[in-house]
Each structure stands twice: as C-alpha cells, then as structure tokens.
C-alpha cells in the first residue's frame, strides 16, 4: 500500500506541475496576442487620425476607437498579472524560489494522443491500495 502510495502523490505531482506549465505557456500566448491586438488598434487610430484631420471621418470614430483600445490594455494588464500568477504557481510546484524567472520553451501543444494509454482502471494506484486492503481483510 505504501508503494502504490508513493505512485499516486507521484503521478498527482506530474498533474500538478504539468497543469502549472500549460496554464502559464496558455496565459503567455494570451498576452503575446492582446499585445499584437493593441499594436493594431495603435496603427487604427493613426489612420482614423489622420482621415478626422482630413475630414474624412468624425471624431466619434476616433472615440470608439480609443474606448476599445482603452478595453484592450485592460485586458492586456489583466492577462500580465495573470502570466504572472501562473508563473509563481509553476515556481512554488517545482520548488523553485519565487523570484525564479520561468521561461517555457515548449509553447507548442502537440495534439496526438500519448502512447500507452489505456481505459483500463486496474493499474491505478488507488485501484491496487483498495485490493490489497481488501486480501488483508
């Protein structure tokens, strides 16, 4: 039972760390595209300037742009501290110092399903500890 013990924190573990580098690789893709979405609305609103200057446009336009813009850097700053969070979650999994900085090197999801999974329950951990305190009792 104390072995199977031992392979069940260790797979929980496994789960716990990998599940802090995803939601940090996820949270830092996030932020890398509202980044680019903010350089867009930039190069937006010089356009929309300068069609406003050459009455072309109204300055409403101008307005909304500016409001969605000001939305877009919330949720930029949002994401950040999100990134951030996630960062010191991965650090505290792997028993790392806080002020570690953590760089993900693999940001690329592979979508294949692993080898040598199966729907078979009988070789969990949590299987094998019940079976054996059933053969004591």
């Keep these: 039972i104390a072995l199977e013990n031992i392979r069940k924190t260790r797979q929980e573990v496994l ?64 994401a950040q501290t999100g990134a951030e969070l996630c960062r010191l979650m991965l ?6 110092e806080m002020d570690v900085m953590v760089a993900p090197t693999d940001m690329e999801v592979p979508v294949t399903a692993p080898e040598g999974l199966s729907e078979d329950i009988s070789a ?5 500890m019940m079976n054996q305190l059933k053969r004591k009792q």
Excluded: H
């Design 124 to 128: 969990l951990p949590e299987v094998n």
């Design 91 to 96: 650090c505290n999994t792997i028993g790392l």
């Design 15 to 78: 789960y716990d760390v990998d599940n802090a580098y995803w939601s940090l690789v996820s949270v830092l893709q996030k932020v890398e595209m509202l980044k680019s979405y903010v350089a867009y609305m930039d190069a937006l609103y010089n356009k929309v300037k300068v069609a406003v200057d050459a009455e072309m446009a109204v300055g409403n336009d101008l307005l909304r742009i500016d409001a969605k813009k000001s939305e877009i850097e919330y949720n930029l700053q949002k």
